[in-house]
Structure formats: C-alpha cells, structure tokens
C-alpha cells in the first residue's frame, strides 16, 4: 500500500511562494497584463480557501518587488490597485477564518491611502490565531537586510546594544519578517529557476521547488506535488545523516 506522505513525521509548517507568469499567462492569451494579475488574484483567493486541507501554520507570498518599479507606470498603479482589490474584498473573509494579514516591506513609493488600508487589515487581524499570511509588497531581501542592519547600527551608536553581542537572532529580530519562523519550502512558479532578492536572510535552510506551470495555473493539486516532493527530501541543515535507516 503507497504510504500518505501527509501522514509523515516531517511538518511543513511554512511556505513561501513567488508567484511569478501572470503577464506571460495574459499575452499568451492575447490579453494585456493585468488581466493575467487579475487571474492570479483568482488563484491566490482559492489557494488560500484550500489551505485549510494542509494544516499550514504561515504562507508567505512575494507579491510586489521594490523593482518591479521599473515596469511601466500603468502597470505598477494596476498592481498597486490588486493590493486595494485584495484588501477590500477578501479581508472580512480572512478575519472570519481566523487568518492573520502581515504585510513586509518599505512603505516608501507607496500611496498613503493604500498605507491606510495596510494598516487597517493588520490592526484588524492581529489578534487572529490561524494562517500567518504574510504578504511581501514592495518588497526586497537585500533591502531588509539593510534596513536591519541599519537598525542595529543605530542601536549600537546609541549606547543601547553591545556590538560584541550582536549575533543572529538580534539580527533576525530587526527583519521585516521578526517573530516568523523561516520558510521550511519555497515553491516558484512560471518555470524561472532563482530567487529573485526574494527573503534572502531567511531562505538558508529552505527547499526549493520550481513549478513550470503559470501561477494563475497554479491549483491544489500543483500544491499537493510540491508538498510531496518536499516530504521525500532529507533536511541535513549541515548535517549528516544515515541514508540507510
């Protein structure tokens, strides 16, 4: 009898995802871009509804990069409207369900209606006990990395840190991402091989997993084949381990 790999010892407790190809998916159809982010908005939503399968403490979604900046101004404002979309339309549905909204990155760039509404869904949900769901928007793991250290500079100048004390979980405390557990598995879809700048610090022990479908392809059945992918790997974390037993 094939063993249930959901019924292994080995958690998956959190999942990061780049959910990249929207805009190929769109002109490969012949459509203009933000239909394929409109069509990945669709996805997302009945991702997140099928979560509950899986028993997933934290998903983490690289949303909106701090270089996506470069893209036209028309599809940057349209991206910027899918967080409105989003946060409008499905934040009473995630609060019901228990499910607390986080949203990383800088806020610099960012129109101060939409920093309103940021704000609004993690005051809302942040006393929520279920899904972690923690949104990367205008988003960069360098700059996290530097804006941390940064941070720790100013604490050390000010007298309220010692430099010789300054190790990895004083660093970890400064990210974005503070509090969070690292992603055990990173899922990238659209058929790009790299991590895109993406959660840079905290990936250092985490699976990848490269899906080649479109994300707005992208279901729970693509999710299910990654999960058990991830279950059949050996998680040295420098280790080494009995390969035999």
């Known amino acids: 009898m094939k063993k249930d790999l959901f019924k292994n010892e080995k958690e998956i407790n959190h999942i990061a995802i780049i959910m990249d190809g929207n805009g190929r998916w769109a002109s490969s159809r012949g459509l203009p871009r933000y239909e394929g982010h409109l069509e990945g908005l669709k996805t997302l939503r009945k991702l997140i509804r099928d979560l509950k399968d899986f028993k997933l403490n934290y998903l983490t979604l690289f949303t909106f990069s ?6 036209p101004k028309e599809e940057t404002f349209r991206l910027m409207q899918l967080l409105r979309k989003f946060i409008s339309n499905d934040l009473s549905e995630l609060h019901n369900n228990n499910v607390r909204v986080k949203i990383i990155g800088t806020r610099t760039n960012i129109p101060k209606d939409l ?5 609004g869904a993690e005051k809302l949900t942040l006393n929520n006990t279920g899904l972690y769901l923690q949104i990367a ?38 990210l974005y991402s503070a509090g969070v557990p690292d ?17 840079l610090w905290q990936l250092s ?3 990848v997993y490269f899906e080649e479908c479109l994300w707005p392809d992208f279901n729970k059945s693509k999710l299910d084949e990654a999960i ?18």
């Open 137 to 174: 928007f205008n988003y960069s793991g360098r700059h996290e990395i530097i804006n941390a250290a940064k941070k720790i500079a100013v604490s050390a100048v000010n007298g309220e840190l010692d430099p010789n004390k300054i190790d990895s979980n004083i660093f970890e405390s400064n």
């Open 205 to 207: 022990y985490s699976e």
């Open 115 to 119: 920093i309103d509404l940021i704000k």
């Open 228 to 245: 058990k992918d991830f279950m059949l790997r050996s998680r040295r974390f420098g280790n080494i381990i009995n390969e035999f037993g």
């Open 183 to 199: 992603p055990d598995l990173i899922v990238r879809t659209g058929s790009e091989k790299r991590i895109s700048n993406f959660l």
């Open 66 to 71: 701090i270089d996506n900046w470069k893209r």
